[in-house]
């Protein structure tokens, strides 16, 4: 990206193209017990941040998220300013952070390489997780006064979500190389 006070054509049609992939991961889905669904936003908040960089990252998840908050049916179920109640509210604001700081720490490291793009979107994978578990077990026990341990909400993750989205970053980091090396972004 530029870094001059212009927000260039090119950045623009990466970041609508970028928060279009994940609109679209929502729809590929499998519905799981207690609110959860697998979907593939996983895998493209990976993408954006491995191959964006840090701010149009942000730029891109952000206006994902903006455009599911004013009612377009973008997120596995659905979308309004009401979804800021729903359990998995959490995951989308890991994916904001997320992106940010899987775009970060792949310019740092000047990412090129499998092992690097896969360390970054290790961190990316922690922040989605601890921001997703905290604010769902806030919903369920405090909005939907559920009774639900923090461990219930950790453990019900790790048999399809947590094993399904490592191989996830797997996958994002073989693809970035693959990218990198035929389109520069
Ligand atoms: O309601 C939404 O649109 C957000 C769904 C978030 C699903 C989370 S992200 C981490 C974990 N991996 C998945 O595939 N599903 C959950």
């Not at 921001?131 to 806030?138: D, R, S």
């Amino acid at each position: 990206m530029k870094m001059n006070k212009t927000f260039d054509v090119k950045s623009m049609v990466l970041c609508s193209l970028f928060a279009s992939l994940s609109c679209i991961g929502a729809f590929i889905q499998i519905p799981l017990p207690n609110s959860d669904y697998f979907t593939l936003q996983y895998l493209f908040v990976m993408l954006t941040g491995m191959l964006l960089g840090s701010k149009r990252a942000l730029i891109s998840i952000s206006s994902y998220v903006f455009m599911g908050l004013i009612g377009l049916p973008v997120f596995a179920a659905g979308g309004g300013i009401g979804y800021l109640l729903k359990p998995t509210f959490g995951y989308l604001l890991g994916f904001i952070l997320s992106a940010y700081l899987v775009g970060y720490l792949c310019e740092k490291l000047n990412a090129n390489s499998f092992s690097k793009f896969f360390i970054s979107g290790l961190s990316g994978f922690l922040v989605i997780y601890i921001v997703g578990f905290a604010y769902k077990y806030m919903i369920l026990n405090f909005y939907l006064s559920f009774k639900i341990p923090f461990i219930a909400i950790l453990l019900s993750a790790f048999p399809i979500d947590m094993p399904g989205d490592f191989i996830m970053t797997i996958l994002a980091s073989i693809l970035a190389v693959k990218i990198k090396r035929v389109v520069k972004i």
